[in-house]
């Protein structure tokens, strides 16, 4: 019996039927007295996906009946679709360093602390169940596909209606962070005393990545050398740039340090990936007019810069950002403070505290689109040029993924690479400062 089957076998014998009995599923509306669900059948498949995917995800089909059932007649039904993600098997060293343990509890803590704090259950995928053991995690959400959510079509390179809708949305939830941040404040203190760093908590052991992780960049100020911005970045300036990525595991380890007064929850990990879209224009039905984040397994306490730089990074193409780079990021600074406004009871955004200023989230994007760019110098190519991943044993030498780091995703990712530089020298000449 290989991996997915023996989760598949699990999912439907043991951990549904589970449910089921501990009334963690049942009816939607309240049953009569007396009355309680029992599962009348159950039907588990691998969920196909277009993008990466760490867990291993099933959608589950269940079908619930009433009993005893209440006259005549066949008993009452109702059928439940639902997500169940569980990690790949794979030896306790990868386990733990994938921190599988800490991403599975921040994502129970999103869900069960901050996600009914914020008011906006409706914005999220329902939640209902959550196991960790020794070696595997398992987490049982609501099928939002049914509910008419999709994952883009594209994996890479977002058209600039869904950007919008994307930095609109984190726009409104970093909005509704920083709200309670402001407004219950104890509250806010104790929620964040729970998150553990789900990534940058221990140093990286798997040598191959990190060896992909460091050719990453070097690829990057390379392509830029090569690209019509040759001329436009001194070189000075990427031989800073090169020392400042000599070490791209602890650059990012530094930027997730939470630093005030702009700290907050963060999602952790805003990419496409983990995103869902509606499509509600009967004119024009492949517009999206609506937009869910999921899947906060990387929750974290940091400047909201990380969510918006590694989502621009990662999830947009220079294409777009090229003539509406500042167009963006006033879309998305605007629904932040006019939801901060709105919690904090102030009449206009001017009365925030000066910090809420777009000159500042400014800056701080241009402090921190370098994190954005370290993921993206390394992560990209997988999206553009997708590579089976093992969780049991490295797929490369040390050597081979060096060779594949410098030409995965090939001429199309050396041009969001370049342009990628580009626009961090026009941020960080903007405000005097050195490659940060």
């Known amino acids: 019996m290989n991996d997915t089957t023996r989760k598949e076998a699990y999912v439907r014998d043991e951990l549904i039927p589970g449910m089921v009995a501990r009334g963690q599923l049942s009816f939607t509306e309240p049953l009569p007295a007396g009355a309680k669900a029992q599962l009348k059948s159950v039907e588990v498949k691998p969920l196909v996906t277009n993008g990466f995917m760490l867990t291993i995800p099933f959608v589950v089909t269940v079908i ?35 921190q599988f343990e800490t991403l599975f509890e921040n994502e129970m803590i999103a869900y069960t602390e901050i996600i009914p704090t914020l008011g906006k259950a409706e914005l999220y995928p329902r939640y209902y169940h959550c196991e960790r053991k020794p070696a595997e995690a398992l987490m049982v959400m609501s099928d939002f596909s049914f509910s008419g959510w999709k994952m883009a079509p594209m994996v890479v390179n977002l058209p600039l209606d869904y950007i919008m809708l994307a930095v609109t949305e984190l726009g409104r939830f970093h909005g509704e962070c920083y709200g309670m941040k402001v407004a219950r404040r104890s509250q806010f203190d104790s929620i964040v005393a729970k998150f553990k760093e789900s990534r940058y908590a221990v140093d990286i052991s798997d040598l191959t990545w990190k060896a992909t992780m460091t050719v990453a960049p070097k690829r990057a100020i390379k392509a830029l050398e090569a690209s019509r911005f040759k001329e436009l970045v001194p070189a000075a300036y990427l031989e800073k740039l090169a020392r400042l990525f000599e070490d791209p595991w602890e650059h990012s380890k530094g930027k997730v340090i939470p630093r005030e007064p702009l700290a907050v929850i963060c999602h952790g990990d805003y990419l496409r990936n983990n995103m869902a879209f509606r499509y509600g224009d009967a004119k024009n039905p492949d517009r999206p007019t609506q937009v869910m984040m999921f899947d906060f397994q990387t929750l974290r306490y940091a400047s909201p810069m990380i969510d918006y730089a590694a989502f621009l990074a990662n999830s947009t193409g220079y294409a777009e950002r090229e003539n509406h780079f500042e167009t963006i990021f006033r879309t998305y600074h605007r629904a932040l403070v006019q939801t901060v406004a709105t919690i904090v009871g102030v009449s206009s955004v001017a009365d925030l505290p000066p910090y809420f200023s777009y000159e500042s989230f400014h800056r701080e994007l241009a402090e921190y689109f370098s994190y954005g760019f370290n993921i993206a110098s390394s992560f990209l190519m997988i999206l553009h040029e997708p590579m089976e991943i093992s969780f049991t044993e490295n797929i490369f030498t040390e050597e081979e993924a060096v060779a594949d780091a410098w030409k995965r995703g090939g001429e199309p990712l050396d041009r969001e690479l370049a342009a990628m530089v580009y626009e961090m020298y026009r941020l960080h000449s903007h405000y005097g400062l050195d490659p940060v």
Request: proline share 11%.
């Open 64 to 98: 619930l009946e009433q009993k005893p059932s209440l006259g005549e007649g066949c008993p009452p039904t109702e059928t439940q679709h639902l997500v169940v993600k569980i990690t790949p098997d794979c030896n306790k060293e990868m386990y733990e360093s994938c």
